[in-house]
Structure formats: C-alpha cells, structure tokens
C-alpha cells in the first residue's frame, strides 16, 4: 500500500476517498500580506486607485477563489463552502495590507486550501489593481492561521 495518500498503489495519482468520514463543522482561517509603498497605500485608503475600489473587489475576487479552489488545485473535493469572508488591515507602520479570509462548512474534509485561495487571489487582485503605480509590491506570508474540525482536531498556528 502506497503511504502517499493522493497516490494508489501503482503510482497513479487520485483524489483521496472521504466517503467514509463524517461531516462535521470545519473553519479555517488564513492570512496573508501585500507589502507596498506608503503613497500605494494612500491611494486605496483615499480610493484614489483609478481602477475603482481596491479593497471591495479583491473582497469580491477571493470569495470567488475560495468558491472555485477545487478547479484550481488537484485533488481537491469540490465543497459546499457556508460561508466565506475575508478582512482587510491596512498597516501603515508596515507598509502593508493584511489579509484574513475564514472560510466555514459542514462536510467531510477541511477548506485549508479554501481560505489560503481566497487570501491569494485577494493578493494577486490588489497587485493587479495598484501595478501601474507600484510594480514592486510583495505578496508575503501567506499561511494558515488556524483550522477545526476533523479527525485532526483543531490548529492554531503559534505567534512568530
């Protein structure tokens, strides 16, 4: 038996079954970063991004992500996600914004990947929204934050 679990035991790839398990309640809460200039910054606080509001529509662009994570990434079950919402912290002192995406369900398997989606593609839209007047923006520590549910149990991700 293969002690890969995407991986039968001749070597092909596949989707793991999780037809056995229990649905339960699974969270997961995900952040990330978009580090950039202080004028860049400015401008999506005053919207003055000539684009339209920044914020909304990557709020927008990563609750859809997290609505489409399994036509993006392998082997993902596509889930019945019941709720998705993604926070925005602009920090002046880091030059950055923060980005939270928590994303919720009741099913079989966990949405992980669900909430780091959303938190990308939230990310790559700021990028893509405020490129013209900043192309040096960094998109940083995307990670998970924390997550219930499952035979796992529960994770938080501890304070660097």
Not at 37 to 59: D, F, S, Y
Request: net charge positive.
């Amino acid at each position: 038996m293969s002690k890969f679990t995407h991986i039968d035991d001749k070597g092909r790839v596949r989707m793991v079954d999780v037809t056995a398990k229990q649905p339960t309640v699974r969270v997961a809460v995900a952040g990330g970063a978009v580090i950039m200039k202080p004028e860049t910054l400015k401008l999506i606080g005053h919207q003055k991004v000539k684009k339209g509001n920044v914020l909304e529509t990557a709020r927008i662009a990563g609750i859809m992500a997290a609505k489409k994570t399994s036509e993006l990434i392998p082997m993902c079950h596509p889930l019945s996600l019941t709720h998705v919402q993604v926070d925005f912290e602009p920090d002046e002192t880091n030059q950055c914004i923060e980005i939270e995406a928590s994303v919720r369900t009741i099913d079989q398997t966990g949405v992980e990947m669900e909430a780091l989606t959303a938190v990308s593609v939230a990310a790559l839209t700021i990028y893509d929204m405020c490129k013209s007047y900043d192309r040096g923006m960094t998109i940083s520590d995307i990670r998970l934050l924390e997550k219930s549910g499952g035979k796992s149990g529960t994770y938080k991700r501890q304070p660097d």
